[in-house]
């Protein structure tokens, strides 16, 4: 049984900073990436980050220069660490687990946690 679980979300004034964690536990035998989504009230899901199991790493446009993700590969868990934050990076932020090959299964295939609740207002 695989579980992805985030953790690190919550109430930040604008311009401040968040690090979000996100672990992944259970039989697992290979993760290819990890990525970071998230989404607003009445808004599509929407990539944050991701970061590759060869620590490459790519940004969606609007949070360039202000997030960064990491990866402990140990831990099997990935960072997300959020600065500059402004009222507009409120959402729930999901992690995924992308090509996640665990031990009893067939088939690698992508897992999502439930999410952690970023909100950023004075």
């Known amino acids: 049984q695989v579980e992805i679980v985030e953790s690190g979300g919550g109430l930040v004034q604008p311009g401040g900073s968040l690090r979000l964690s996100c672990g992944a536990s259970g039989s697992i035998f290979r993760i290819d990436a990890m990525a970071w989504y998230r989404q607003a009230p009445g808004k599509q899901r929407e990539l944050v980050a991701t970061i590759t199991s060869g620590d490459s790493t790519n940004y969606a446009d609007f949070v360039k220069g202000r997030f960064t993700i990491s990866r402990d590969y140990a831990k099997n868990t990935v960072y997300l660490q959020m600065s500059g934050l402004k009222p507009e990076d409120t959402a729930v932020y999901y992690c995924?687990?992308?090509?996640?090959?665990?031990?009893?299964?067939?088939?690698?295939?992508?897992?999502w946690g439930k999410g952690t609740l970023v909100t950023i207002s004075s």
């Open positions: 995924k687990a992308e090509n996640l090959l665990a031990l009893y299964s067939p088939r690698a295939k992508d897992y």
